[in-house]
């Protein structure tokens, strides 16, 4: 039987398309056939570097060509709704970058061309394919550190090259993430608040954040966050959102249960679980009465903050075997809910529930 095979296409060429673009190289079952982007030297240059010989400027003429079963959106964050609706509607299986959408009415427009269309679509929410986050899920998992009392987790990073603020933010198309709809809570901090809904399972129940802005002076939103999040199962979360901290890009995270810890991050090599008893191993302690200190494993785990690559296996894996997706545009669109919910609370300095209803 002849191997079946998937032609994709890729709208943007930027950096982290350009990720994208070797997931689908890399895939036995999958071929990078077209790429675009609204500047189309830029869409030469990378399409010669990758091979590829169709090249678009105007992504409704890639929609248009019929052997193409899917495309990937990594267009800036207010395209997506366009362009993921126009995608469905022409036919083809969709794996879209996150932010889902930057406001409800965007968001629920995408849920509602899923809805009507019989093709996959798949939300690229890229820290669930991070190696230490994915280990930390499996210990979890299996109860390795008991129900879960607190988790901390963070988004800091320093969009000092890549942010150009201004005013309007619409008169010039790489300052998009001045859009204050594209926040740091939804463009950035999504990343952590979608790892916590997924880690536990569940959505936040009520969010108090506050917020403040004292490096990035000149953007039209708040470039610091702090939220806390009540989940269910009375689990308590805190997230540390800033956009212009003055170190490297981290998610450090520390995950809480009654019976062991779990300290991980999406850049270092190695995380670490702490128990008073691992496999029969204790540490004792050298004075009387004193007790025991906890054992530290030491799990070593690959740096890969942006997997494209894992994230295109589950993709092709999904469309080609025909099943379920697993980041859907409900889990895309509540993880925005919920950063919504945190500028709200920020906004308003009270807590607020936030509205999953889409
Ligand atoms: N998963 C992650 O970790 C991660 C990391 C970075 C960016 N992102 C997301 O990826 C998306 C793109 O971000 P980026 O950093 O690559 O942005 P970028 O500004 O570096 O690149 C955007 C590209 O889109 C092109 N473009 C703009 N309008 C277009 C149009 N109408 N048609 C075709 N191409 C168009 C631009 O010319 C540019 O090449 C955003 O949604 C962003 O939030 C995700």
Redesign the pocket.
């Known amino acids: 039987m002849e191997k079946k095979i998937l032609n994709v296409g890729v ?7 350009e990720g994208h673009m070797k997931g689908v190289i890399a895939h036995p079952q999958a071929k990078l056939v077209a790429v ?4 189309l030297e ?1 869409a030469k240059t990378v399409a010669a570097r990758r091979g590829v010989s169709r090249v678009y ?3 409704k003429e890639l929609l248009a060509q019929p052997d193409i079963d899917a495309v990937i959106i ?4 207010h ?2 709704r366009e ?1 993921a609706v126009a995608a469905l509607e022409a036919g083809k299986h969709v794996l879209c ?3 889902l959408a930057l406001n409800r009415d965007d968001l629920q427009a995408i849920a509602d061309a899923v809805k009507k269309s019989d093709k996959k679509f798949m939300v ?1 929410q ?1 820290a669930r394919y991070t190696p230490s986050f994915k280990l930390a899920k499996d210990i979890m998992n299996r109860g390795e550190i008991g129900d879960i009392v607190f988790i901390e987790t963070e988004y800091a990073h320093n969009y000092e090259k ?1 942010l150009k603020a201004c005013e309007d933010w619409k008169a010039d ?2 300052r ?1 993430r001045s859009n204050p709809e594209r926040n740091g809570v939804v ?1 950035g901090g999504c ?1 952590a608040v979608d790892l916590l809904r997924w880690l536990i399972g569940a959505d936040p129940e009520e969010v108090r954040a506050y917020s403040t802005k004292k490096i990035f002076t000149d953007l039209p939103y708040d470039d610091t966050h702090i939220a806390l999040m009540k989940f269910p199962n009375n689990i308590m979360t805190k997230v540390f959102i800033s956009v212009s901290c003055k170190r490297n890009y981290t998610m450090r995270t520390c995950i809480y249960g009654t019976k062991g810890t779990i300290v991980c991050d999406n850049k270092n090599a190695q995380m670490s679980v702490y128990r008073s008893e691992i496999a029969g191993a204790t540490v004792g302690s050298l004075i009387p009465d004193k007790p025991n200190s906890e054992v530290e494993v030491k799990y070593p785990v690959a740096i890969n ?2 997997n ?1 690559t894992a994230e295109f296996e589950e993709f092709a894996s999904i469309v080609l075997n025909d099943k379920e997706v697993s980041t859907t545009v409900y889990e895309g669109a509540k993880t925005v809910a919920a950063c919504f919910a945190i500028c709200e609370a920020a906004e308003k300095g009270q807590p607020v529930i936030p509205d999953y209803n889409f």
Request: hydrophobic fraction near 35%; include cysteine; charge should be negative.
């Open positions: 709208i943007s060429c930027s950096g982290m398309a675009c982007d609204i500047d830029k400027q105007d992504y990594v267009t800036p964050d395209l997506h362009m970058e996150k932010p690229g890229i890549i198309p790489a998009w463009g990343h903050n942006h494209a």
